[in-house]
């Protein structure tokens, strides 16, 4: 292996644990190691910080396999890792009551750009550097392993892959052709997920506890279900019983599946609306015609693709919350959420009182809601926390 040497006093992250080197941290690289091997890495000092993919292209140059040792990165090394990350969510399913779990989260289960989330009896996945890249055969043959799935497909249609000087790709990686939609469940509500077509690897699961509690609400209320997706939120409410549910989004095919996803769960296809265009001006539409709901999500795309921008986001978050606010009933509920990870909890959190301000509302938090636990964070990478929402009482 060949060995990268950081410089004086950059070793710190490293040491603490945290799985990205920049390539200011770096001083030399002894040899010429080819995009996605694993290199040895040191401190100025020559500890042995660990073992690390190189990503000749990427700022982050070298993303951490192992610390503190000088291990062999191997098929014997991946399956230990896979397992480990299978171990994690040892009876999420069971306590989830679910088919459907991120059973590998990249940094989070030490496997960094891996994501891989199991749908049945088949896996989705993105490898979306070159160090995954790299590991992917090994980590394919593990997880089919370990997982016993049938079909393994893969979803690496993500931008992230040409700052790695990566090609977009997506197909079968292993086992038999997955079916066209996959039924899955989250509790008694029941999706069918693309894994060909969806968005990410064919859908959210990020949101499954969310859905389940926000749904709790739902009872005699009129549901707005924004950025609806293929009908989540506003499924699993209806399914606890809401008045009404009107789903809006952008996507044709994901508004399409909400309808399959509707009949799916025993409702007829027009007992809930669903309204294809720009949440922004169908939420000022509804304004302006004096339309109220008893319970409204707002669960937007990511708005801040990287920390410089920031601002804007926040005013597009800011743009959204007011307008979804004025539309809530007195008494009614509000849950909005971002998947920016730029946005911390603090930032949204001053972001929803400044909406409420400017909406001219009462506004109080009734729970904090974050990403499933199958999409587990490490302690010691913070940037693995995006997902993070507000269940609020409007007055
Ligand atoms: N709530 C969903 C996930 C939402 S993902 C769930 O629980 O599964 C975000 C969705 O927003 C995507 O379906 C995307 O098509 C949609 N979208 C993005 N920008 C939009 C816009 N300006 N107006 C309407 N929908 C939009």
Known sequence: ??????????????????PWIFSGAIDKVDGAPAPGEPVTVRAASGDVLGVGAWSPESQIRIRMWCFGREALVDEVFFREKIAAALAVRAGMAE????DALRIVNAEADGLPGITVDQYGDVLSGQFTTVGAEWAKPMVVRALMD??????????????????EGLEQVTGLLAGEAPPERVII??????????????????????????????????KGRDVLNTFSYTGGFGIAAQKAGAKSVTHVDISGPALAQARANTTLNGFTEDSAECIQANVFQELRAFRDRGRQFGLVVLDPPKFAETRAQTMKALRGYKDVNVLGMKL????????????????????????????????????????????????????????????????????
Do not use: W
């Open 185 to 218: 469940h989250e509790g008694e509500v029941r999706f069918g997920v693309d894994v060909r077509n969806g968005h990410k690897t064919g859908y959210y699961l990020d949101q499954r506890e969310s859905r389940r509690i926000v749904a709790s609400y739902a």
């Open 95 to 98: 306590r989830f009551d679910t």
């Open 328 to 395: 809530v009933e007195k008494g009614g509920y509000l849950a909005t959420f971002s998947c920016s990870g730029a946005i911390t909890p603090d930032l949204f959190r001053s972001m929803v009182a400044e909406a409420a301000r400017d909406a001219g509302r009462t506004v109080r938090i009734v729970q904090e809601l974050r990403q499933a636990p199958d999409h587990v964070e490490a302690l010691t990478f913070p940037e693995g926390l995006y997902l993070k929402g507000l269940l609020c009482h409007v007055e």
């Open 1 to 18: 292996m060949f060995t990268v040497t950081l410089k004086p006093k950059r070793d710190r992250p490293t040491r603490m644990g945290h």
């Open 146 to 163: 370990l997982t016993g799935a049938k079909s393994f497909y893969e979803r690496s249609d993500v931008d992230g892959r040409a700052r």
